[in-house]
């Protein structure tokens, strides 16, 4: 399970914002976060059990991720959510992954899930519950756990709402300021008002901040590989800022190549004839074949 804030298309310059609280058994094996093998590009952690993701973004500027969902009827044996995540990071657009998502979730073959799909054009959350459903995301501050996106009932959706809406949301500084602060909120003895939640065998196990500007230069993702009350956030800018970069290299090796095209077919298609007039002296001629 998971808890999420998406701040979408209100900060000025950045389309997306991110605060993520990912709750897991303890015991589950992690891998840090890093840029991964393959093409496109990605930058997230790996679940070394089932070699999911549970979050991540692609050099497309793509943003996924998964968290449980409360559902009636399970599959006998459940494909791996995260491997679903990791899917739809492979592909362009928000559109294409929200669609994927809601292809796959329909098969039946995966426990209770949402998924966030994301990027500077579109975003909607796919819930694979008993039925499934695409929403739109609107612009605005959203909150997503273990329900309905944006669900009055759920008491850490009221509660991160309410701390975040406390302030002006119209940066992407004050945004990750204010939600590393709520997001790093133990619930109290009643679960309410706060987000890291510390079971006997599960709770919060680690939190992500992420922006996703319009200037790659100025694009944050920072980790925190625990409950980000009691553990500092490492800062890995440099590893989304090389993944979004890959999608600009090879735009500009496209354009340089098309640029380059109607130059070399000028000349190739350029013949010279050389004329002889009177007295001897030579005129060189080009026609356009």
Request: glycine share 8%.
């Amino acid at each position: 399970m998971c808890t999420m804030a998406i701040l979408y298309r209100v900060a000025r310059g950045t389309p997306i914002l991110i605060a993520a609280n990912r709750e897991e058994r303890y015991d589950r094996p992690t891998q840090y976060p890093k840029i991964q093998s393959g093409s496109p590009r990605v930058v997230c952690g790996i679940d070394r059990r089932a070699g999911g993701t549970w979050l991540g973004v692609n050099q497309h500027g793509l943003f996924c991720a998964v968290s449980n969902r409360r559902k009636k009827d399970l599959p006998a044996e459940p494909r791996s959510r995260g491997l679903l995540c990791r899917e739809l990071l492979e592909l362009c657009t928000a559109k294409e992954a929200s669609a994927y998502a809601a292809k796959e979730l329909s098969r039946g073959i995966y426990a209770g899930a949402n998924y966030v799909c994301a990027d500077g054009r579109y975003a909607a959350v796919v819930h694979g519950g008993d039925t499934v459903e695409v929403v739109e995301l609107t612009p605005g501050l959203h909150v997503l756990s273990d329900g309905n996106v944006d669900d009055p009932r759920d008491p850490r959706h009221e509660f991160v709402r309410r701390m975040l809406t406390l302030h002006t949301l119209d940066s992407a500084v004050t945004f990750l300021a204010v939600a590393s602060r709520v997001f790093g909120r133990k619930v109290d003895d009643e679960g309410r008002r706060g987000v890291v939640l510390s079971g006997a065998e599960s709770g919060t196990v680690s939190s992500t901040l992420l922006s996703l500007p319009r200037k790659i230069q100025h694009a944050v993702y920072q980790y925190a590989p625990g409950p980000p009350c009691d553990c500092a956030f490492d800062d890995l800018s440099a590893l989304l800022r090389q993944v979004l970069s890959a999608e600009r290299m090879r735009k500009a090796r496209e354009g340089n190549g098309k640029s380059a095209q109607p130059s070399h077919s000028r000349k190739a298609k350029e013949k010279t004839k050389v004329k002889v007039k009177a007295g001897g002296k030579r005129q060189t001629v080009k026609k356009r074949g």
